[in-house]
């Protein structure tokens, strides 16, 4: 039987997108779980179970199927599917592709969330066409995805991209700081969306989401606004930084806080246009919250021939 869909997932620190997708990566059907309830118990089991569940929807048997990806945060050995290490999930050496290959019986590809968001964003988002790229994933933390050359750089050691722990306040070489979670950056944890939500609770004693947060500063809320303003000013800088190393032909932002910058992203291409010496264009991701769905989809893609 020919093998025509793929499953995928995006693993986040918030939520789970688990998706069916068919061989043309048109999204069949989609279920997001919540993290926090999934890692109380056997995550490859719980995802074992929610793509047997994507495939009975559509009623489409695992003989079909040619295999699975999925974006992870963290550090991720793409040769054999291991997470490192991801501190939003509490994972230290998970074997993930070897557990859901246990559980399901095909083929399991695993990335880093924010090159597998990156390599989504190449196929189906802002960066099509596109062949030297720095893609600023910024969620419930930081990471970036590079493009050199058409191809997304993973580094020696699968770390290229940990833009998360950039410092961007000399200061802390001499000061320290308080990582907002244990294995946090210093960028995560001044402009992540779990560090700045923690910031405003510490602030006011009121637990809000990153979009609340957002909305607050937008209607007036002083304490909002100056915890947002002093994270852009922190992104601000480390995109400056990232720039003048890399000098990509555009700077994509993406993720929970990322897609919420269009009010700051004027201020921040000002600041590009003049700290850096070739200034690449600034856009915001239109995919929705989907790039690393979608990139998990782009993983398996190229082996639908194959299997």
């Known amino acids: ?41 056997d995550v490859a089991e719980c995802l074992a179970e929610e793509m047997k569940m994507r495939m ?8 079909e199927v040619c295999c699975i990806g999925l974006g992870v945060p963290g550090l991720v050995d ?15 050496r998970y074997p993930l592709g070897e557990k859901l290959h246990d559980n399901l019986g095909i083929p399991v590809f695993v990335g880093n969330d924010v090159n597998t968001g990156l390599l989504g964003e190449v196929e189906k988002g802002s960066l099509q066409n596109v062949k030297h790229a720095l893609y600023f994933m910024i969620g419930t933390s930081i990471g970036a995805g ?5 191809e997304v750089y993973a580094g020696s050691r699968f770390s290229a991209g940990e833009v998360g722990y950039m410092v961007t306040d000399k200061d802390v070489l001499i000061d320290g700081f308080t990582p907002a979670r244990p294995g946090y950056g210093f960028l995560s944890t001044q402009a992540g969306g779990f560090g700045i939500a923690l ?9 809000v989401t990153t979009k609340q947060l957002f909305k607050l500063a937008e209607e007036g809320d002083q304490a909002a606004r100056k915890i947002i303003d002093d994270a852009v000013r922190h992104l601000t800088a480390a995109i400056i930084n990232a720039a ?56 398996c893609s190229k082996h639908l021939e194959d299997l």
């Open 199 to 207: 910031k405003y609770k510490e602030e006011t004693g009121k637990s």
């Open 1 to 41: 039987m020919k093998k025509k869909y793929i499953l995928a997932a995006d693993v986040g620190g918030t939520t789970i997108e688990c998706g069916l997708f068919d061989a043309d990566g048109e999204l069949l059907n989609a279920k997001t779980l919540i993290t926090s309830e999934v890692i109380l118990s």
């Open 78 to 92: 793409t040769r054999t599917g291991m997470v490192l290490k991801a501190p939003s999930l509490k994972w230290n």
């Open 56 to 63: 009975n929807e559509q009623g489409i048997t695992m003989e």
């Open 244 to 299: 003048a190393i890399l000098n990509p032909e555009v700077i994509l932002l993406g993720g929970g806080v990322g897609s919420e910058l269009a009010p700051y992203l004027s201020k921040i291409d000002e600041n590009l246009e003049k700290y850096v010496p070739v200034k690449p264009e600034l856009r915001i991701s239109t995919m929705q919250n989907r790039s690393v769905l979608y990139g998990a989809y782009g993983l």
């Open 146 to 150: 590079l493009l050199i050359n058409g």
